[in-house]
């Protein structure tokens, strides 16, 4: 069955510094990935989407990711980290149906120090 | 409408209340989802819904948990005689078809069963 697994439950970085949240999923074909940012009391956002194609994608806040099969991952990075980055973020991968269920990671919480 | 909006923002109820949750998706967007939330859980698929059909219910914890969308829009979730596990923040998102869009999420109903 497909799965997602978010290996750092919570991590803080320095405002400026760069960021990277490691995704790694497990899916018997071609995955869909997506990546969500939920800041408190808030829905999820959609940062970023991998379909096909070029395997660096580029999302929204400046937020991009690598999709690398041999590793199975879909690690999210940030340059330059702002304190409004200050969330919890999600991977997701489809669950291979028709119905575009999407498996959802148990999310990172990212802090940003000052 | 803009986005994915969902009633209440917030509820409190007794153990053993019915409660309804509503979802009101992005005009156009055939596909509903519903997801639960919990603390330390991540998402849960509850129930997908592609027009007025719920193909899928398999998420759906037990049969105190039902359903309905109607016009192909409006959905309310319906919990029958809450219990205490069934806190949760409800999530509700919506996408234009199940070609793995990306949905869109609603920033959900709080539960707390007292």
């Known amino acids: 069955a497909q799965s997602v697994t978010q290996p750092d439950i919570h991590i803080t970085v320095s405002e400026g510094a760069s960021l990277e949240l490691r995704c790694n999923y497990s899916?018997?074909?071609?995955?869909?990935l997506f990546w969500y940012v939920q800041s408190p009391g808030q829905g999820l956002q959609l940062l970023l989407k991998y379909f096909s194609g070029d395997t660096l994608v580029q999302g929204i806040k400046g937020f991009e990711a690598e999709f690398k099969r041999s590793q199975s991952s879909f690690n999210l990075r940030k340059p330059s980290v702002h304190w409004s980055d200050a969330a919890e973020y999600f991977c997701a991968v489809n669950d291979g149906g028709s119905q575009g269920n999407l498996i959802f990671g148990k999310g990172t919480k990212l802090s940003v120090k000052p | 409408g803009a986005g994915v909006s969902q009633s209440p923002s917030n509820k409190v109820t007794e153990k053993g209340k019915d409660v309804e949750l509503r979802c009101d998706p992005i005009s156009g967007h055939t596909a509903l989802y519903w997801y639960r939330q919990s603390l330390g859980q991540g998402l849960e698929f509850l129930i997908y819904?592609?027009?007025?059909?719920?193909?899928?219910k398999s998420g759906l914890p037990s049969d105190r948990f039902s359903a309905e969308r109607t016009g192909g829009s409006v959905s309310t979730l319906t919990i029958q005689r809450t219990q205490q596990e069934d806190s949760a923040v409800y999530l509700c998102?919506?996408?234009?078809?199940?070609?793995?869009?990306?949905?869109?999420f609603g920033s959900g109903t709080r539960l707390t069963v007292v």
């Open positions: 899916y018997g074909a071609t995955p869909y």
């Open positions: 998102a919506s996408s234009r078809g199940t070609h793995n869009y990306g949905y869109t």
């Open positions: 819904f592609q027009g007025n059909s719920a193909p899928d």
